[in-house]
């Protein structure tokens, strides 16, 4: 099992009061989804109602590997351009945010499910086009990591056109 990463472009929200069970059967496709806000990262979906289906324009997924894997990325992340590894950026996360450090938002984010909306989505982008070519690619560990940085650049660039990114 592993960590599948949905960025959705342009959301529109179909149902407040539809359960995921009947979302299921009446509006599941490939350019919808039943969203989950989790209580520990409210503020990175402001824009998005708890248990209502939403459809879109556009969806773009990928696999973000097993959670170890992920774990793995988001701490070759941190330590590349935040100078520590992720549990020092969480233990000290007050600081990191009011410095307006890059990519917080999504190293203090769940490694399972949930969603991150358009406005968190559009400083994340932001974030990712700024550091696009200050990371290293020196060994084939960096170009594997490089190729995760930029499917979520990607991700990101979708979301921020009223959209959001999607945990599952």
Same mark, same amino acid.
């Given at each position: 099992m592993g960590l599948d990463i949905t960025a959705y472009r342009n959301i529109k929200l179909i149902s407040q009061t539809v359960t995921q069970e009947e979302y299921e059967k009446l509006y599941w496709n490939e350019l919808s989804f039943y969203s989950f806000i989790s209580n520990d990262f409210?503020?990175?979906?402001?824009?998005?109602?708890?248990?209502?289906?939403?459809?879109?324009?556009?969806?773009?997924?990928?696999?973000?590997?097993?959670?170890?894997?992920?774990?793995?990325?988001?701490?070759?992340? +941190? &330590?590349? =351009?935040? %100078?520590?590894?992720?549990?020092?950026?969480?233990?000290?996360?007050?600081?990191?945010? !009011? $410095? #307006?450090?890059?990519?917080?938002?999504?190293?203090?984010?769940?490694? +399972? &499910?949930? =969603?991150? %909306?358009?406005?968190?989505?559009?400083?994340?982008?932001?974030?990712?086009?700024?550091? !696009? $070519? #200050?990371?290293?690619?020196?060994?084939e560990h960096d170009e594997h990591m490089h190729t995760m940085y930029m499917e979520w650049l990607e991700c990101f660039r979708l979301a921020s056109n009223n959209g959001c990114v999607v945990f599952s």
């Open positions: 409210k503020g990175r979906a402001k824009d998005i109602h708890d248990k209502s289906a939403y459809s879109s324009d556009e969806a773009y997924s990928f696999g973000a590997g097993s959670y170890s894997g992920y774990g793995r990325w988001r701490k070759w992340l +941190c &330590e590349n =351009i935040l %100078g520590a590894p992720p549990i020092v950026i969480w233990d000290n996360y007050d600081h990191y945010v !009011e $410095n #307006k450090k890059p990519f917080i938002e999504l190293i203090y984010f769940s490694d +399972c &499910e949930g =969603i991150i %909306g358009t406005e968190v989505s559009k400083k994340l982008y932001a974030d990712f086009k700024e550091y !696009e $070519n #200050k990371i290293p690619k020196s060994n």
